[in-house]
C-alpha cells in the first residue's frame, strides 16, 4: 500500500481549504519573519544568522539550543510540500537563495550543523546523548527530499547526500559506534533510500534502529570519558529509558521515556519492518503502538505525562492539568499511525491519527497563524498556572515563538503534508482513509471526493477497482452502494469508467470514560464529536469551571457561530453547578451538596485559548 503524495493532490475542502491557506500565507512568511529575528517581542531564534555564522559570512556567534538548525529545515519541507501543490516563483527563488546559504556552511567533507562548526568544532560525534547533530542531519535531510520531489532541484538533496554519505563512513558496524540522544535520522535515511534507491541508506537507518539499547550503555560512557561537558546537564539523571535504549528495540514492550523520541523512532521502526519484513520487529511495533494508545494517551490524543524529561510515566497516568501532550509528540503519533496503517492496513490507525490532528495537533496553532501552544493540558486554571511553580511549563495563551521552538515548524511541515494522508493505493484498490474534499490524477485514474456538510460525492474515472471507505469511529456512515465489512471499510467494486457515488457521514457525538485506573479522571466524563473532543471554557460558561456537572445521558445540540465557522459547531447541553451559597468560608464541608441548573457549553479542544486567557476544561464530574 502506497499513500498518494502530497503533490498529487489538489484539496477543496470546507475546513481544510482554509487551514492550508493559513499555514501557506500566514504561518510560513510569519516564520520566515522568526527566524530572521524580524518580529518584535518575540522568542530570538537567531537560525538564518547562525548559518551565515557557520558559513563565515557573519562574525556575530552562534545562538540558540544546539538543534535550532532544524527549525529551518523543517520550514523548508514545509515549504516545499506548498510548492509542489502550487508554483510560487518568489518563493522558490527564496528557498533557493536559503540552500546556497546551508550549502555555504557545509563543511569540506561533508558535515553540517552550525552549533558544532562553529561553537564545538572538536567535539563533532563525542555526545550523541545531547548534541542532536544525527537529529538535524535527519530535518536535512527531510528537507532535501520533498524540495526535490516538490521542485526538481538536486541542489539540497546533493547536499543531504554528501552529509548521508559521510555519516554512513562514520557509522556501522566496524566502525563508530553510535545511535543518536534523539532520533529522526532513521526516519530520513529511509526517505532518503525511497527517493534514490540506494539501499546504503536502508542499511544504515537499520544500524541506528539495532544498535540502540544493546550492550554497554553508548550513552553513559560518552559522559564519563575525560574531556566531556554537558550540554542540558539535567540530561544525565534522566536514564537509559528517558532516550528509548534501555532494552534493543525488539524486547521494548510500552512507550517509555521523552514521547516525542519515542514516537519518531518507533514510526521509524515500523518503516524499516515494513521494508525488511522483519516478523519481531512488526510485533514490537504492534505492542508499542498498543500501550501508547489504550495506556498512556490522552483523549485528545495527547502523549506525555510529565512535563520532567516531557515523558511517559507508567500506564494510566494521565493528570489533566500538570501533563506535558507536546504538540511535536502529537504530531509523532500521526507519523506512528499512518506507518502502522501501511504496516497493517487497520482502520483504527487512521482513528488514532484523527484523534491526534483533530485534537493537540491542531490546537498548536492559533487562528490567526501567529501563536503557537508546546504544551496541550487538558485543564487550565490562569490564577493556579500563574502561582504554582510545577505548572510553570502549561501557558494559558498561545506564545509568539519559542527558545526551543521545535513544535511551530514541525505543525507547518504536518499540515502542509496532510494530503498526502488521505489516499492509498495497493494495486487495484484505492483507500480513502479520511474524508477530506480533495481530488488526484493519477496515470490512467481521476479520483475527486467532495463534500457539503455531511453529504459527500465520490468520482472515480478509470479503473476496475475496488474502492474502500473507512469507516471512522464514532460516525455513521450511510452509502447504499457500498457494503460494509466486518474491519471497519466501507467496499465497493468499480467496473471502470466514470461514475459517481455518494455518501453520508454523520460524526455522532458521545460521552466517554476513562478506565477505571485513570486515577485522575476517574468519576468524570468528557464528550466527543466524531473524533474531536470538546472541552469548556469560561468565555462560555461562567467560572470555575469545577462547578460544573454532567448528567451521563446529557442530550446535545449542535449550534455554529461565526468565530468557529460551519465545519465546527458548538455543543450545547443542560447539566448542573453546585451552588457555593452554603459554604460560609468553610474549606470542608459535610452538608450534601445542591445545585442548580445550568446550560454548559462546549467548543472543540483544538480551539480553546482563542478569545483571552481564561478556564478551560475537558473532564466534568459526572451527576
Ligand atoms: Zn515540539
Not at 492496513?345 to 485534537?359: M, P, R, T, V
Not at 511541515?413 to 481530488?439: E, K, M, V
Request: charge should be negative; include cysteine.
Amino acid at each position: 500500500m502506497k499513500f498518494v503524495p502530497v503533490a498529487d493532490i489538489k484539496i477543496d475542502d470546507p475546513l481544510w481549504t482554509s487551514q492550508f491557506a493559513l499555514v501557506r500565507d500566514v504561518v510560513l512568511p510569519y516564520m520566515w519573519e522568526i527566524l530572521n529575528d524580524r518580529i518584535e517581542n518575540a522568542e530570538k531564534s537567531h537560525c538564518i544568522e547562525n548559518f551565515k555564522v557557520a558559513a563565515g559570512t557573519s562574525d556575530d556567534e552562534f545562538y540558540g539550543p544546539v538543534f535550532v538548525d532544524s527549525d529551518l529545515y523543517k520550514w523548508l519541507e514545509a515549504v516545499s510540500y506548498c510548492l509542489s501543490v502550487e508554483k510560487d516563483p518568489a518563493l522558490e527563488a527564496l528557498c533557493d537563495q536559503t540552500i546556497e546559504l546551508i550549502g555555504a556552511a557545509q563543511q569540506a567533507d561533508g558535515y553540517l550543523n552550525t552549533y558544532f562548526t562553529v561553537v564545538a568544532p572538536g567535539k563533532r560525534w563525542t555526545n550523541h546523548m545531547e548534541g542532536h547533530e544525527l537529529y538535524c542531519a535527519g530535518h536535512l535531510i527531510e528537507a532535501g527530499v520533498a524540495y526535490f520531489k516538490a521542485t526538481g532541484k538536486d541542489r539540497l538533496l546533493k547536499i543531504c547526500i554528501r552529509f548521508a554519505d559521510l555519516i554512513d563512513q562514520t557509522f556501522g558496524k566496524g566502525k563508530k559506534r553510535g545511535y543518536p540522544g534523539h532520533p529522526e535520522i532513521e526516519l530520513a535515511l529511509i526517505r532518503l533510500y525511497e527517493v534514490s534507491g540506494e539501499a546504503r541508506y536502508l542499511s544504515l537507518a537499520g544500524y541506528f534502529i539495532n544498535e540502540r539499547g544493546q550492550g554497554s550503555n553508548l550513552f553513559a560512557e560518552e559522559c564519563e570519558k575525560d574531556g566531556h561537558s554537558f550540554i542540558f546537564p539535567d540530561m544525565v539523571h534522566f536514564g537509559a529509558d528517558y532516550f528509548q535504549s534501555h532494552l534493543p528495540v525488539r524486547e521494548q514492550n510500552s512507550a517509555a521515556g521523552h514521547a516525542v523520541r519515542a514516537m519518531y523512532l518507533y514510526s521509524a521502526m515500523a518503516d524499516y519492518a515494513r521494508l525488511t519484513d522483519d516478523p519481531d520487529l512488526i510485533n514490537a511495533c504492534e505492542r508499542l503502538y498498543e500501550n501508547t494508545v489504550t495506556r498512556q494517551m490522552y483523549v485528545t490524543g495527547g502523549l506525555g505525562a510529565a512535563k520532567l524529561g516531557e515523558r511517559f510515566t507508567v500506564d494510566y497516568d494521565l493528570p489533566p492539568d500538570s501533563g506535558y501532550a507536546e504538540t511535536c509528540a502529537s504530531i509523532g503519533l500521526m507519523l506512528f499511525s499512518s506507518r502502522m496503517w501501511l504496516l497493517t492496513g487497520d482502520k483504527s490507525c487512521y482513528d488514532i491519527w484523527e484523534q491526534a490532528l483533530f485534537n493537540t495537533v491542531l490546537s498548536g496553532i492559533g487562528r490567526d497563524g501567529h501563536h503557537f501552544f508546546y504544551v496541550n493540558p487538558l485543564e487550565v486554571i490562569p490564577q493556579s498556572v500563574s502561582q504554582n511553580p510545577t505548572l510553570a511549563h502549561v501557558k494559558t495563551e498561545r506564545r509568539k515563538w519559542f527558545s526551543v521552538a521545535c513544535c511551530p515548524p514541525n505543525l507547518a511541515r504536518i499540515l502542509t503534508s496532510i494530503p498526502g494522508y488521505i489516499y492509498a493505493l495497493d494495486g487495484n484498490r484505492l483507500f480513502i482513509l479520511t474524508h477530506i474534499g480533495s481530488s488526484f490524477k493519477k496515470g490512467g485514474l481521476y479520483v475527486k471526493l467532495a463534500h457539503k456538510g455531511d453529504e459527500y460525492a465520490l468520482t472515480i474515472d478509470g479503473g476496475p477497482m475496488e474502492i474502500l471507505l473507512r469507516h471512522p469511529d464514532n460516525s455513521t456512515l450511510i452509502g447504499d452502494q457500498f457494503e460494509e465489512r466486518a474491519d471497519g471499510y466501507f467496499t465497493i467494486q468499480h467496473a471502470g469508467g466514470r461514475k459517481e457515488y455518494n455518501y453520508c457521514l454523520v460524526p455522532q457525538v458521545r460521552i466517554l470514560k476513562a478506565h477505571p485506573r485513570v486515577s485522575a479522571a476517574a468519576g468524570k466524563l468528557c464528550v466527543q464529536r466524531g473524533l474531536t473532543t470538546y472541552c469548556a471554557e469560561a468565555a462560555d460558561n461562567a467560572a470555575p469551571l469545577s462547578s460544573l456537572r454532567l448528567p451521563e445521558e446529557a442530550v446535545f445540540n449542535e449550534e455554529r457561530v461565526g468565530w468557529l465557522g460551519d465545519a465546527m459547531p458548538i455543543l450545547k447541553t443542560a447539566g448542573y453547578r453546585v451552588s457555593e451559597e452554603n459554604w460560609n468560608g468553610t474549606l470542608y464541608s459535610s452538608q450534601s451538596s445542591e445545585y442548580e441548573s445550568c446550560e454548559i457549553a462546549l467548543i472543540p479542544y483544538s480551539q480553546w485559548g482563542n478569545r483571552g486567557e481564561n478556564e478551560m476544561r475537558v473532564w466534568f464530574v459526572e451527576k
